[in-house]
């Protein structure tokens, strides 16, 4: 296994990036969470690959878009970061995105696992690549006909 050891200062600041990122897609300020990536960042998912903050600060618009009637959000969790160079981290975490309606019931709408990889650049560590993937067991259900 790696050395899974990140400083406290690191911890604590890759935490209050995702805290950050998970906040600003859900209140629809997609340039705060379009700037928590590099500016040629690729963020891969399993309909989509796209790169560069400019089409990322466009999903976030187009996700809080999507949104009218339904508040989303976006829980992260089950975090492991493993250094792979002095400025480089992984990230593993479980994403969640939780939908209320008007109503007010929860409702779980998609849970992914995702991989980032974060370089501290100028001492603030930002996303350089993310890698989103469904939850393998749903995924495998998807893959069955219908009963």
């Given at each position: 296994?790696?050395?899974?050891?990140?400083?406290?200062?690191?911890?604590?600041?890759?935490?209050?990036?995702?805290?950050?990122?998970?906040?600003?897609?859900?209140?629809?300020d997609a340039v705060l969470y379009a700037a928590t990536f590099a500016n040629d960042a690729?963020?891969?998912?399993?309909?989509f690959e796209i790169r560069g903050t400019q089409k990322i600060a466009d999903l976030a618009r187009s996700f809080y878009a999507s949104s009218k009637t339904t508040q989303f959000r976006h829980w992260l969790g089950n975090f492991r970061f493993t250094p792979q160079a002095p400025t480089t981290i992984q990230a593993t975490f479980c994403s969640m995105i939780i939908a209320t309606s008007e109503d007010m019931?929860?409702?779980?709408?998609?849970?992914s696992f995702v991989t980032d990889k974060l370089e501290k650049i100028d001492g603030a560590w930002i996303i350089t690549h993310r890698l989103s993937e469904a939850d393998p067991r749903r995924r495998a259900d998807l893959d069955k006909p219908p009963a």
């Open positions: 296994m790696a050395n899974s050891t990140v400083g406290s200062d690191d911890y604590f600041a890759i935490s209050d990036l995702y805290a950050s990122q998970a906040q600003a897609i859900d209140e629809g690729v963020f891969k998912a399993s309909n019931t929860p409702k779980l709408t998609r849970m």
